[in-house]
C-alpha cells in the first residue's frame, strides 16, 4: 500500500538522473550542485508566453513537473486558477516592472552567492554523511506553487513563499536542510537493520529521523546562514515546545494497530508535518546524539536505521524524553 505522506521522499532516488544516483568513489566534498533559474525567469520575464502555453507548461517545466509529482505524493491539491491570475498579474506589468520584480531580484541575490554558499554548504552537509555520498542535485527556482521547498528529481524552491519574509538567508539555511535529504535517500540502500513487518511505521520512523536529521543539520548551518524566521527553530529551542511535541509525537506512535491505515496516515500529516512533531522531535534526537556521542554515531544511524535510529537516542535519553513507539509490533 502506497503512503503519501512518505511517498514522496521514499522516491527521491528513483527520480534523480542515473549520474547523480549512483554512488561515487570520490568525496561527498566533490558533489555537483547547479542553481537553475530558467523556469523562474520564463514566468516573470514573459509570463505571456506561459498563459500561451497553457497546461502544457505543467509537463514541460521541471519544477513544475516535479511539483505535480509532489502533490500527487502527498495528495495535496494544486491550486490551478490562483498559479494563473498570478502569472497573469505579471502578464499585466510592462517589461520595465517585470525587470525589477521582486520574485527577480531576490534570486538574483541568491545566484549571485551561489558559490560562497555553495563553498559553506557542502562541507556542512557532507560532515553529517558518509564521506563518499553523492549529493549532486540540481536546485530549480520557482513561483507559486504550493509548497516554499521539496526535493524530487530537483531540489525545487518557491521563491514567492511568504514564509521566506523576502530574506534570503532563510532560503539559504533551508536549501542546507534540502540538501541534506538527497544524502538520506541514499542512505537507505546502505541500511543494516531489517524492516519493521509493518510498513507504515516504518515510514513514519523514516520520516522522523530524515526530517529530524535535516532540521538539525539545518540549525547547524544558522552559524552561517542565520535563518531569522525559521519557525522550527524557534520550537527546538523551547523546551515547553519540544516536551508537547515528544507527547503528541508519543501519542501517535500508540495509535499504530489502533486506527485504520488511512485514519494513521491523516494523523501522521497532522501531527508530524503540519504540527512539525517530526521535524522538532528528530531533531532533538538528532542533537542528543550529535553531543552525547559524536558526529560518527550520528552518521552510523543513518546507515543503520531509523529503528537503530531510536533505539541509539532513547538509550541516552531521560524517561521522560524518550520516543515510546511498539517496534515489536507486526
Known amino acids: 500500500m502506497r503512503y503519501p505522506i512518505l511517498a514522496l521522499t521514499l522516491a527521491i532516488a528513483s527520480t534523480l538522473p542515473t549520474s547523480v544516483r549512483a ?35 505543467w509537463d514541460n517545466e521541471k519544477p513544475l513537473i516535479y511539483t505535480k509529482a509532489w502533490a500527487d505524493a502527498v495528495n495535496v491539491g494544486i ?28 534570486t538574483d541575490s541568491i545566484v549571485s552567492s551561489q558559490e560562497t554558499f555553495l563553498e559553506q554548504a557542502i562541507p556542512l552537509v557532507c560532515s553529517f554523511l558518509p564521506e563518499d555520498m553523492d549529493i549532486s542535485i540540481p536546485v530549480y527556482f520557482v513561483a507559486f506553487v504550493p509548497p516554499r521547498s521539496f526535493v524530487s528529481g530537483g531540489v525545487v ?53 530524515n526530517e529530524g536529521t535535516a532540521t538539525y543539520v539545518g540549525y547547524q548551518a544558522n552559524s ?29 506512535f500508540q495509535e499504530v494497530g489502533e486506527v485504520s491505515e488511512e485514519e494513521l496516515q491523516r494523523m501522521s500529516w497532522r501531527t508530524g508535518v503540519t504540527r512539525r512533531g517530526y521535524y522538532i522531535v528528530g531533531a532533538y534526537m538528532a542533537q542528543t546524539i550529535d553531543e552525547r556521542l559524536g558526529r560518527d554515531a550520528l552518521i552510523g544511524s543513518l546507515t543503520d536505521g531509523p529503528v537503530s535510529f531510536v533505539k541509539l537516542y532513547n538509550s541516552l535519553a531521560d524517561e521522560e524524553r524518550r520516543v515510546t513507539v511498539p517496534l515489536t509490533q507486526p
Not at 167 to 179: A, G, P
Not at 226 to 248: G, H, K, Q, S, T
Open 224 to 252: 552561517l546562514f542565520p535563518a531569522p524566521d525559521e519557525v522550527d527553530f524557534r520550537l527546538l529551542e523551547n523546551p515547553d515546545d519540544v516536551e508537547r511535541l515528544f507527547d503528541e509525537v508519543n501519542e501517535l
Open 23 to 57: 554512488q561515487q568513489n570520490g568525496s561527498c566534498l566533490d558533489s555537483q550542485v547547479a542553481f537553475e533559474t530558467e523556469t523562474l525567469e520564463k514566468m516573470v520575464r514573459h509570463p505571456e508566453q506561459f498563459i500561451e502555453e497553457g497546461g502544457s507548461v
Open 157 to 209: 524552491i518557491n521563491v514567492s513563499a511568504s514564509y521566506w519574509k523576502g530574506d534570503v538567508r532563510n532560503i539559504f539555511n533551508n536549501l542546507t536542510h534540502e540538501i541534506f535529504h538527497v544524502g538520506y535517500s541514499h542512505s537507505r540502500p546502505l541500511r543494516t537493520e531489517p524492516k519493521l513487518e509493518n510498513e507504515q511505521l516504518y515510514q513514519m520512523l523514516d520520516a522522523l529521523q
Open 79 to 106: 491550486p490551478y486558477l490562483k498559479f494563473w491570475r498570478q502569472v497573469g498579474e505579471l502578464a499585466e506589468l510592462s517589461e520595465e516592472e517585470r525587470s525589477q520584480h521582486p520574485l527577480l531580484i531576490m
